[in-house]
């Protein structure tokens, strides 16, 4: 014979029984709760694949940066390096806000990620226009020399613009070391190519003194350097001074 059922059994109150309908409307309580941990979620997410992009490109500016100062050692760096400045400060700003928790992240964190972004925009800006400003001066200052020896069927105006051709070819400033080093010595070919031309004669030992900022105005009274100078439309290169 069964055992009767216990005598609390019947007392059992109807709200303590779970349901599958009661358990489902515990789950849909929290639904809020949820949906606001998974936004949070998201935007953390979105931040760190924000922060993780600019941080790549920061690498890329300064190892372009690094190498321009490599290949032309000269070079004014100085717009570069307030960018790269400004970066810091925008990232730091940034920092502050993450560190605020999730309630600063929707709030706040909004604007200065908007400020990073043009920062590291702006620093990879600088860094292109310092290298093409860097390799339009050396096209400048030798192109119309090159142009100008070929005319005169010298030799040596072919070495120049063949030099001019593979530093035209820079368009980019380098990321890698490697790259550096061959865009160093693609420059360095233009100035050995002019530095042959003191072999050649009075006109090229003219030239190459006046490139150099070395040049006599005695050498002026010279018949065949006037003639060339004349020749070549190459007079607005000089640049006459009082030591």
């Given at each position: ?7 609390n059994a ?28 998974v936004k949070?979620l998201q ?201």
């Amino acid at each position: 014979m069964a055992s009767p059922p216990p005598d609390n059994a019947a007392q059992t109150p109807s709200s303590a029984v779970r349901t599958p309908v009661a358990g489902l409307r515990e789950r849909v309580v929290r639904f809020p709760a949820r949906r606001e941990e998974v936004k949070r979620l998201q935007t953390l997410e979105q931040y760190a694949k924000f922060t993780a992009d600019f941080r790549d490109q920061v690498v890329r500016v300064r190892a372009q940066a690094m190498h321009l100062r490599y290949v032309f050692a000269e070079c004014d760096t100085s717009e570069s390096e307030r960018t790269q400045q400004n970066i810091r400060s925008r990232a730091e700003a940034l920092e502050q806000v993450m560190a605020g928790g999730p309630a600063a992240w929707d709030s706040d964190g909004r604007r200065p990620l908007q400020e990073l972004r043009r920062a590291v925009d702006a620093a990879t800006a600088a860094v292109q226009r310092e290298w093409k400003r860097e390799v339009d001066d050396v096209i400048a200052k030798y192109e119309r020399l090159g142009q100008a020896l070929l005319r005169a069927g010298m030799a040596d105006g072919a070495a120049i613009n063949e030099a001019l051709g593979r530093v035209r070819r820079l368009s980019e400033p380098p990321l890698m070391e490697s790259e550096a080093r061959r865009a160093a010595e693609s420059v360095a070919s233009v100035r050995a190519a002019v530095a042959r031309l003191g072999a050649s004669g009075l006109v090229e030992e003219f030239l190459v003194a006046a490139l150099d900022g070395r040049a006599s105005a005695q050498d002026l009274r010279q018949a065949g350097v006037v003639r060339f100078l004349d020749e070549n439309q190459l007079w607005d290169l000089l640049r006459v001074s009082i030591r």
